[in-house]
Nanobody, 123 residues
Framework: QVQLVESGGGLVQAGGSLRLSCAAS????????MGWFRQAPGKDREFVAS????????YYPDSAKGRFTISRDYAKNTVYLQMGSLKPEDTAIYFC????????????????WGRGTQVTVSS
């Protein structure tokens, strides 16, 4: 049974940093591309970052480039999202997801999802 469990969310002031973690069980990171998405109240789920299972390539939307970094630890079977220079508009529930596709930015291509962790950025 696949489980993805996010942690590390919380309340932070604008300009601050947070590191989110996603602990995976029932799958291995060397066979799944991993992604982070977020969803703010009343808005669609938004792609934040992804890392390719085969070569570790990373992808970000313009809103995250230069501020967010996705990484993985095979030994811990955990994916991280380091977020810096946070803005109030980054406030959302952040979800971790796993995909059997190589390079994916669309939520529909992800097979497994965590339950999310809340990130709130105060101004």
């Amino acid at each position: 049974q696949v489980q993805l469990v996010e942690s590390g969310g919380g309340l932070v002031q604008a300009g601050g940093s947070l590191r989110l973690s996603c602990a995976a069980s029932g799958l291995t990171l060397n066979r799944y591309s991993m992604g982070w998405f977020r969803q703010a109240p009343g808005k669609d789920r938004e792609f934040v970052a992804s890392i390719v299972w085969s070569d570790g390539g990373t992808y970000y939307p313009d809103s995250a480039k230069g501020r967010f970094t996705i990484s993985r630890d095979y030994a811990k079977n955990t994916v991280y999202l380091q977020m810096g220079s946070l803005k109030p508009e980054d406030t959302a529930i952040y979800f971790c997801a796993a995909s059997s596709y190589r390079e994916v930015r669309a939520a529909s291509f992800y097979d497994y999802w965590g339950r999310g962790t809340q990130v709130t950025v105060s101004s």
